[in-house]
């Protein structure tokens, strides 16, 4: 047989094996429930075994998976060694899903029942995980999809890169596994959640969605279709408690990114936030990254769904950890500490009751209970577990409790409120052991009563309105049953309440007079009062003899003390006691005025208001005599001192006033200014003037004062004042002849002076002239130009000359120049008062005959628009225009030429202000044509420079190159024309380049390359 047919046939022979084992699934089973030493191996399946459906003969694969409690990176399954197998290639582990899968090697069909079921129990669980989980549990079944025993349900991954999720969802429904139909995984706790999505071998679909009810996550598949598991984005809720949507490592979901419509759930790539977490996507999800679907994952199980003996489960823990539970708690000091230890039956436990300083141990009996005591202890006493042996295993343990040790009950203080007020609680506070029961007397032992000392060991005892001294006495504390007898006891004193005896005062006072009241009474006691009719309260203590003042200073107005209350160590007692001080008012002064400034001679009056009737004490000086008398003020306060005929400043103290009962001192002041007769110091003015000047004249004399004067020979009476240095002016505007002005007098205040003061302003006309020419043309080729004024007055005026604001030389009404610039001329009067006239201003522009060259021009030719731009910038200073070919025809001012013919031309050009010749230059436009059709009917055979036939080039050099740059043709003269031949071949249609090179008569080198085209037809 062919290697081809044996290969056909092991195929069939596979085929039917699958099939047969698909309906007649062989029985699985295993009953291991064994406890889990850490750091020792264990078989999970010592109890596996397979029962084969009659003529089964094996399976392709199976799968041990730790289904429950599998901790990735730490947990594994391995094959112990127990072979050799013939039909198990090596087994293969894979960390993510938690899975071992046996197969069998290249070229075997099947796995033999037998040798599974050996190897099965040879398999072995390890870990190196240092805190482990309780309980694992393990899944051993064949296929591919994974089992989770707490929800009897099957779990199978599809990959199936850029899968839609509506595509995922309808693919899942048409899955079938051993009779259970298929849909996208619901995913309903953490361990669900973790073993299909965590341990899954990839990320994919699953089948939540909130399409149609936005930010409404419901269950869209399966038995849980129309459940909501959330509602809200990333900051929303459970309403059944469970939900795995990646919130770590700074996601936030679900959160319809950019509101794009992520209406799915996809579970996380691996390394993006929380392995096997949920994020929402859109249908499609990204085409490429961690948010591109890579398959999705179905799930096969409903209730009501009968069992399926194709998976066997079993289960390893750890030795539970034991409990503690104390006796009595808490105990009195002295009493055994008994603590109850219930574990795992006949297990040994450790222990130490003094920090680690002793280990100890117990055997828990038959039902796991055991004891240990700690006898007569005094303080706290804390039992701690350190480990639990069962046979050959022993686990650690840090279980602890703690029996408290209840002390002797103590009390540590008792105290009072010391002494207070009659009809005032007394109240004992007491400190001692916390939350103990003390009991007491307050009555000299008639009566027995109890108070509870809280939890920081304190306790209040109140007696209510005490009216005389009272005394507790402590006689037992009990805490928790232990209880010592007291002797405590102390006092609270209650004296009398505090009262006044007196209330006098120093009435009555002058005002500004301290208003003193003095007060006696209880003596030390605080006495509070009132001096401005309550509105402010004030206090002071009496001294040890009972006495005490309150004091008002300066007082102005009849001043009232009124007494509230009395306080002695807060006993209070309310007053009503009153006196007032009767304020007698001081005499004053209200206002000291006078009657100056005042002239010399003139009488200085001083006015003095205040109080009626009573008598002034003053001085008055002159400055050489000091007199010193009074003055009584009549019934209405008025009184005057004069001081005859002043010549003087004269200056008025008061020193005092009193009437019958009181005094003052005064300090008031005031001083009579003596104003001198006003004079005139000088009066100048600005004479001569020139025209257009104004006349100014200027009056110094007395500050201040006003001056009065007439202008225009007296027709006119004006006044100036004088400012505070004595000076003034006085100005007539632009006079056109000669001005007077004449003072007549002068006065400040009342004060007046005759004056007679004169003096004239002489005028002088301004000098005029005109210039011939505000601006001159400087030919280059002339060189020099005169400058002039035209001056009918021209012998009375000298002139100064500036170029550029440097003063020349002349003097004289013109200049001769050769340069140009900005020139200006004034001219001043030879005689009279040397007046000037202003500024006049001549620009002196330079020009010269253009020069023109091959750099000055831009020619534009082999165009569909001949052209020639004149670079003005640089032909010359002038202003120029342009004319083509013809030198007496019209000239215009633009510098460009157009729709110029080809060959030779001539360009114009000439100052508009007539410097030099007129300038020319030859130059040349040629053109190029882009194709040419050599087929002899006398159109266009010949292709050749158009305008570069007139004689004017010296020197030609033209080339035909084909695309590859062979020369193909070559002449030296300007009139060529080519024909389309090489050498006397023809040459075929096809574009073809040229070089062409010429001089002209001018000198001007014209350098050219192109293309044409050589068309036949």
Request: proline content about 4%; some cysteine; charged content about 15%.
């Amino acid at each position: 047989m062919s290697i081809k047919n044996k290969i056909s046939v092991l195929f069939l022979l596979v085929l039917c094996l699958e099939l047969f084992s698909q309906n007649n699934p062989p029985v699985l089973s295993a009953t291991d429930d064994k406890i889990f030493c850490p750091g020792s191996p264990i078989k999970i399946a010592t109890s596996f075994t397979i029962t084969p459906s009659p003529g089964d003969p094996g399976i392709s694969s199976f799968s041990i998976q730790i289904s429950s409690g599998y901790q990735l990176n730490f947990d594994k399954l391995e094959l112990n060694v127990g072979g050799p197998y013939t039909t198990i290639d090596t087994p293969d582990w894979s960390p993510s899903e938690g899975k071992l899968t046996l197969t069998t090697p290249v070229g075997v069909p099947f796995l033999s029942y037998p040798e599974l079921q050996s190897a099965v129990r040879e398999v072995i669980f390890s870990t190196t995980a240092t805190t482990i989980t309780n309980e694992k549990k393990f899944s051993l079944t064949f296929g591919d999809a994974n089992y989770l025993p707490k929800t009897d349900h099957f779990y199978q991954y599809i990959k199936s890169t850029g899968i839609t999720w509506d595509a995922a969802r309808t693919e899942a429904a048409t899955r079938t596994y051993y009779g259970r139909t298929g849909y996208l995984a619901t995913l309903l706790s953490q361990e669900e959640a973790d073993f299909a999505g965590k341990q899954a071998a990839g990320a994919g679909w699953i089948g939540g969605s909130d399409a149609g009810t936005p930010d409404v996550w419901k269950w869209v598949t399966g038995p849980e279709t129309g459940t909501i598991f959330w509602q809200g984005r990333a900051n929303g809720f459970s309403p059944n408690g469970f939900a795995f949507w990646n919130n770590g490592n700074g996601s936030n979901e679900p959160n319809n990114y950019n509101n794009s419509g992520e209406d799915y759930v996809h579970i996380t790539a691996p390394g993006v936030g929380t392995d096997g977490s949920w994020n929402d996507l859109t249908n499609k999800g990204d085409a490429t990254g961690d948010y591109q679907p890579k398959g999705y994952i179905v799930e096969y199980g409903v209730p009501g769904d009968p069992p399926l003996d194709i998976v066997a489960t079993t289960r390893i823990y750890l030795t539970p950890n034991p409990t503690i539970a104390t006796l009595i708690n808490p105990i009195c000091s002295g009493d055994n500490a008994v603590f109850t230890i219930i574990g795992m039956a006949n297990s040994t436990v450790s222990y130490t009751t003094d920090n680690g300083l002793t280990t100890q141990t117990v055997i828990l009996d038959g039902s796991g209970q055991g004891t240990a005591t700690v006898s007569g202890a005094m303080a706290n006493t804390t039992i701690k577990l350190t480990s639990i042996d069962y046979g050959s295993c022993t686990s650690p343990l840090t279980n602890s409790a703690t029996v408290t040790i209840n002390p002797t009950p103590a009390i540590t203080s008792l105290t009072s409120n010391g002494a207070v007020c009659v009809g005032t609680d007394a109240t004992f506070t007491i400190n001692g052991t916390a939350n103990s029961t003390v009991s007491y007397t307050t009555d000299n032992g008639l009566t027995n009563q109890t108070v509870i000392l809280d939890g920081s060991g304190q306790g209040t005892v109140t007696v209510s309105g005490a009216m005389a001294d009272t005394t507790i006495e402590l006689t037992s504390i009990n805490n928790n049953g232990c209880i010592s007898s007291l002797t405590n006891s102390t006092t609270v004193t209650v004296p009398p309440n505090p009262a006044i005896t007196s209330l006098t005062s120093n009435d009555p006072v002058c005002s500004g007079t301290d208003a003193v009241f003095t007060i006696n009474g209880t003596a030390n006691a605080t006495v509070s009062y009132t001096t401005d009719n309550r509105l402010t309260n004030q206090t002071v203590i009496l001294d040890g003899s009972g006495q005490g003042t309150a004091t008002v200073s300066a007082a102005m107005v009849d001043t009232t003390i009124k007494l509230t209350s009395i306080n002695n160590n807060g006993c209070i007692s309310s007053l009503t006691n009153s006196t007032t001080v009767t304020i007698s008012a001081s005499p004053a002064i209200t206002s000291l005025t006078s009657n100056g400034p005042v002239c010399v001679g003139t009488d200085a009056i001083f006015t003095i208001n205040g109080s009626a009737n009573a008598t002034v004490n003053y001085t008055t000086d002159d400055g050489t005599t000091t007199t010193n008398s009074t003055v009584t003020l009549d019934g209405l306060g008025l009184g005057t001192v004069t001081v005859l005929g002043a010549m003087t400043n004269i200056t008025i103290k008061l020193n005092s006033i009193n009437n019958s009962n009181c005094s003052s001192i005064l300090t008031n002041t005031e001083i009579i200014s003596i104003t001198p007769d006003p004079a005139i110091a000088s009066l100048t003015s600005n004479n001569p003037i020139c025209t257009g000047t104004d006349a100014v004249f200027t009056i110094n004399g007395t500050a201040n004062a006003t001056v009065s004067y007439t202008t225009a020979g007296g027709a006119t009476n004006q006044t100036v004042t004088l400012d505070g240095s004595g000076e003034g002016t006085v100005t007539v505007a632009t006079p056109i002849n000669d001005t007077t002005i004449r003072l007549g007098s002068i006065n400040v205040g009342s004060c007046s002076t005759v004056v007679t003061n004169t003096t004239m302003v002489t005028f002088t006309t301004t000098p005029d002239f005109d210039l011939a020419q505000n601006t001159y043309i400087l030919c280059k080729d002339v060189g020099t130009i005169t400058l002039k004024t035209l001056n009918p007055l021209e012998n009375n005026y000298t002139y100064e000359w500036k170029k550029d604001g440097t003063t020349l030389s002349s003097v004289l009404d013109s200049i001769v120049t050769n340069s140009t610039g900005n020139y200006t001329v004034k001219a001043f009067s030879i005689t009279g008062s040397g007046c000037e006239s202003s500024e006049k201003r001549i620009e002196v522009l330079g020009s010269e005959e253009a020069t023109i060259t091959n750099n000055n021009l831009l020619i534009t030719d082999d165009s569909n628009n001949n052209s020639l731009q004149i670079l003005t910038s640089n032909i010359g200073i002038g202003d120029y225009e342009f004319v083509l070919d013809d030198a007496s025809g019209s000239y215009t001012d633009s510098s460009f030429f157009e729709n110029i013919a080809t060959g030779m031309h001539t360009l114009y050009a000439r100052d508009k202000n007539g410097c030099g010749g007129i300038a020319t230059y030859e130059f040349f436009v040629l053109a190029y044509p882009k194709f040419f059709t050599p087929n002899g009917d006398g159109k266009n055979d010949i292709w050749k420079i158009e305008g570069a036939d007139d004689g004017s080039f010296t020197v030609a050099d033209i080339s035909i190159y084909n695309r590859f740059g062979v020369l193909l043709f070559q002449s030296d003269a300007s009139n060529f024309g080519w024909d389309g031949l090489s050498q006397g071949k023809i040459l075929p249609s096809n574009t073809y380049w040229f070089k062409v090179i010429l001089k002209g008569i001018n000198g001007r080198k014209i350098e050219k390359t192109g293309r044409v085209s050589l068309m036949r037809k």
